[in-house]
């Protein structure tokens, strides 16, 4: 096992602080409430993105594991109490998760940080208790899922119920483990739904955790299961599956066309996918430029650039385009690269050598290319990595054009003083979200999802819970009913 390292002192963000290596203690399988070895008896190693060590050796989950694991949630849904408990006593239990969440903060952050190379301090302050208060905010709706009484044509009496979905199969990204696992499971628990999570095989500590203490506030067996494995066969196992009745997928456009496909020519399940994007931030003359350079570098370097959402394409009006630039060379310089473990990085290392090299090789083409032009490679693909195209506008209409100028359509950002350009563009911008004079301002009320090639249907809001759940008509004629 790789040496391990905590928050501490140092004279730069590259040196490393040693501690004794914590003790890895969830590896297997979690299937029907119980860690279990893959039926292969296969492990995968999972990896220390700064050292490329070997963190811990993990099962590895195929297509058998997917079906005990679907075979444990369909019985957990069509026998077991989850379904049939009233919603407030689903959020108690939803609500000791999440307090136990809380109190095992320090650990989850840390694996994170080992198995994704995300800033520990970031996931001690914002990722893990945020994941805590989203489970919070599903309890909150999980007595409150009703139907309507409609008002008919005839003499008929009808109205709607809202009824879980039934066995979810959740297939979550690397870049955000833990914020990803619960944007997905929290609002399929408060819908009753019983599920299997398939975590990026680059990134399985926290999830297996989370289904550990899942157990422990009172999660009925075979609600969560968690099966570790690759995309090609666990994951397509689980999108193919005859008995899951929705699939729910974050991560790039071209794996998403084939969780859909897989969909269709299996049982015609319903799919949520939010997918990949080439986001646009436009930053108007009459805009704050130090502010502006500082919502364009956090855009693109938070979380070293591995977020769907980035700010990749950054479109300056001629007005300030220099000033900006040169503002923007300066500010760079405050984001330092080093250990995840020192408080004074700002960005950790890439998630594996395989991204690193990736992002290497777009920087090495748009060098060729020459960079300059909207068609370019560089340009147009989701790097999914620290890499900002930098351009120039003249008029609003040429900036919406620019922006509108992708496949991809999940958020967009627009910094201005002018309330009458913020609304113009946000109107005109073929996006999820929006985001006026700020980035990233992410919070669970607030549904987030794309356009076009960046998917469909929404995680986070009700709008999440909602597709988790059927609407069923009910209808009954009325006799002698006194009026209509």
Known sequence: MATNYSNGSSDDATSLVEIPPPKIRFTKLFIGGEFVDSVSGRTFETIDPRTGETIARVSEGDKE????????????????????????ARAKIMHKF?????????????????????????????DIPSVANTLRYYAGAADKIHGEVLKMSRELHAYTLREPVGVVGHIIPWNFPSTMFFMKVSPALAAGCTMVVKPAEQTPLSALFYA?????????????????????????????????????????????RKVMQAAATSNLK?????????????IFDDADVEKAADLALLGILYNKGEVCVASSRVFVQEGIYDEFVKTLAVK????????????????????????YEKILAYIEHGKREGATLEDMKIVKDEIFGPVMALMK????????????????????????????TANTVARSIRAGVIWINCYFAFDNDCPYGGYKSSGFERDLGLEALHKYLQVKSVVTPLYNSPWH
């Open 332 to 355: 760079a310089k405050d984001w330092v690269v080093g250990d995840p473990f020192n408080p004074k990085s700002r960005l950790g290392p890439q998630v594996d050598k395989n991204q």
């Open 270 to 282: 319903p799919v949520s996918l939010e997918l990949g994007g080439k986001s646009p931030l436009l």
């Open 393 to 420: 506008f003249t008029t609003m209409e040429e900036g919406i054009k620019a922006a509108n100028n992708t496949r991809y359509g999940l958020a967009a950002g627009i910094v201005t003083k002018s309330l009458d």
């Open 65 to 88: 594991d997917i079906d005990l694991a679907v075979g444990a949630a369909r019985r957990a849904f069509d026998h077991g109490p989850w379904p049939r408990l009233p919603g407030a």
């Open 98 to 126: 999440a307090d136990l969440i809380d109190q095992h903060i320090e650990e989850l952050a840390t694996l994170d940080s080992l198995n994704a190379g995300k800033l520990f301090a970031w996931g001690k302050a914002i």
């Open 212 to 256: 550990h203490l899942a157990k422990e506030a009172g999660v009925p067996d075979g609600v969560i299961n968690v099966v570790n494995g690759f995309g090609p066969t666990a994951g397509a196992a689980l999108a193919s599956h005859m008995d899951v009745d929705k699939v729910s997928f974050t991560g790039s456009t071209e794996v998403g």
